[in-house]
């Protein structure tokens, strides 16, 4: 198996809530105080994953831009090749995209939801890949059927197509068919050697983990501030990135016996929320986000939360 790529690089993602009139202001101030990448996310129903990347680029000079996650069940992969392609021609080599199944319960609200999530995704990552590496290429699959799809223009600088996936089979199908695995949170050096071990890689391949992130020097203001965005980790459909974890029973059963979520995050011993979130002081961050490249990880996405989401990307620069 190989090693994922060696790069130590820390992001920040912007907030899909963020304020329109705040977006020109947060893309380039964190290129500014240096972060490496900038993420931004296409939620249902906030705002749409490859226009806010073209705004970003187009407003910032160095910074690479990631797109995370853009839903394979709602578009067609021709489409997809050549939005993103068309990104990497205006902005040589700074462009990622991520593609995942798209959630469950959105992709059902809009009748998108397949009948073979798996074998979806993997029909569109092949196929993106493809196309973007330039030539003339045919498709007969369940998903993607096409005939001699070919780029009129493809990218000198072919960007890297990232899986944004959870799950045994869904993270073995991103070793085999994606440049690159996106981790969404919570991201411990756990869950990543665990990812990892289903992955598999066996060429160089990316991976980027969200972390949730508060930096204060009150390590116990900082846990509080945290707290309320990793509320929704005690659903059960977050199990996965639990169950590696040394004190994944002791979870399991505070959250049974939590009525809601509100209460089981506030439950959470401090030492939970050290593990779950890149949190603390400066130095507590930088040993965190330390531990979680040594796991393996290339890319780690900082989270910022709170009312005030310019202030906390300024505090999240100190670790830089």
């Not at 050096?189 to 983990?209: G, W």
């Amino acid at each position: 198996m190989a090693a994922p790529t060696t790069e130590r690089a820390v992001g920040v993602m912007l907030p899909r809530d963020l304020p329109a009139h705040q977006f020109r202001t947060y893309a380039q101030r964190a290129e500014t105080l240096g972060f490496d990448e900038l993420w931004v996310v296409e939620d249902c129903f906030f705002r749409g994953g490859i226009a806010q990347a073209a705004a970003a680029l187009a407003m910032t000079e160095r910074i690479r831009l990631g797109i995370g996650i853009l839903p394979a069940a709602v578009r067609n992969a021709a489409f997809t090749a050549l939005e993103v392609s068309t990104l990497a021609e205006l902005f040589p080599g700074r462009v990622d995209v991520g593609i995942g199944h798209g959630m469950p319960g959105w992709m059902r609200q809009v009748g998108a939801w397949p009948a073979s999530p798996l074998t979806m995704l993997g029909e569109h990552l092949d196929a993106v890949r493809a196309v973007l590496r330039g030539g003339a290429h045919d498709a007969d699959g369940r998903y993607v059927t096409w005939s001699g799809v070919d780029l009129n223009t493809p990218p000198s600088s072919v960007p890297r197509v990232l899986a944004g996936v959870r799950g045994p089979k869904s993270l073995a199908l991103a070793g085999r068919s994606a440049d690159g695995t996106i981790l969404a949170e919570p991201v411990t050096p756990e869950y990543v050697a665990e990812a990892l071990r289903h992955i598999a890689p066996t060429r160089e391949h990316r991976i980027v983990a969200y972390c949730v992130a508060v930096v204060d020097d009150s390590p116990d203001a900082a846990r509080a501030a945290a707290r309320p965005a990793l509320e929704w980790i005690g659903d059960p459909d977050w199990d996965v990135h639990i169950a590696p974890l040394p004190f994944a029973d002791e979870f399991r059963a505070l959250r049974a016996t939590s009525g809601t979520r509100e209460a089981f995050a506030a439950a959470m011993p401090d030492a939970w929320v050290d593990q779950l979130a890149v949190v603390g002081s400066v130095d507590d961050a930088r040993a965190r986000i330390g531990q979680l490249h040594d796991a393996g990880v290339t890319t780690t996405v900082l989270m910022p939360v709170g009312v005030d989401p310019l202030a906390a990307l300024e505090n999240l620069a100190r670790v830089l």
